[in-house]
């Protein structure tokens, strides 16, 4: 069974910063490519970072490379994602979801968490 569940949202004034947690189930956290994706009010989902299942491959959207680092624990089997300098832009819901790699990364969506509010004022 696999589960990813989020934590770590919250609301915090611009320039600040917070770190997203997702816990997921041994089996999902062991095989799967893991990051996360954001969905801002009228807006399209957003893909912001992701991490293959060893660690060594990364993943940054471009607009927030500068100011994202994503991150495993593998003891915890917790994925992170620290967001610094935080905009009220970043103002979104935060979800944890499985991501591939095959010559480009891409959410994959086949599982994923319900996500954590960010609200940045």
């Known amino acids: 069974h696999v589960q990813l569940v989020e934590s770590g949202g919250g609301s915090v004034q611009a320039g600040g910063s917070l770190t997203l947690s997702c816990a997921a189930s041994?089996?999902?956290?062991?095989?799967?490519?893991l990051g996360w994706i954001r969905q801002a009010p009228g807006k399209e989902r957003e893909g912001v970072a992701a991490?293959?299942?060893?660690?060594?491959?990364?993943y940054y959207a471009d607009s927030l490379k500068d100011r994202v680092t994503i991150y495993r624990d593998n003891p915890k089997n917790t994925l992170y994602l620290q967001l610094n300098s935080l905009k009220t832009e970043d103002t979104a819901i935060y979800y944890c979801?499985?991501?591939?790699?095959?010559?480009?990364?891409?959410?994959?969506?086949?599982?994923w968490g319900q996500g954590t509010q960010v609200t940045v004022s």
């Open positions: 979801v499985k991501w591939r790699y095959g010559g480009s990364w891409y959410a994959d969506f086949g599982y």
């Open positions: 041994r089996l999902a956290y062991a095989r799967y490519c």
């Open positions: 991490i293959s299942n060893a660690g060594s491959n990364t």
